[in-house]
């Protein structure tokens, strides 16, 4: 995942599926910093809760039988940048 950004510069999206951890928690807010947009699908709703830093960087989460369904995120969606115009912060 940390080798991404040298083949695709933002913007551009990152999907992690899965839960969080101190690891993939410092991976996934280096990358935001980056401003790369984040988009989280975890297992369960205490996933989400569980660990703030982990859906901090995130510009969108969905539990992970919603989005297999086709169904939007939770709350707010906020790209750091836009993917049609890079010039363009909707944060």
Do not use: C, E
Request: proline share 8%; glycine share 6%; charged share 10%.
């Amino acid at each position: 995942m940390l080798m991404f950004p040298l083949d695709n510069p933002t913007p551009a999206n990152i999907l992690y599926i899965g839960r969080g951890g101190y690891a993939i928690t410092t991976a996934l807010n280096s990358l935001a910093d980056q401003n790369f947009n984040i988009l989280l699908a975890v297992p369960s709703v205490a996933d989400a809760d569980a660990d703030a830093s982990f859906t901090a960087a995130a510009s969108a989460i969905w539990l992970l039988p919603t989005l297999l369904s086709g169904g939007s995120p939770m709350g707010q969606v906020t790209f750091k940048i836009s993917l049609w115009n890079p010039h363009i912060n909707h944060s």
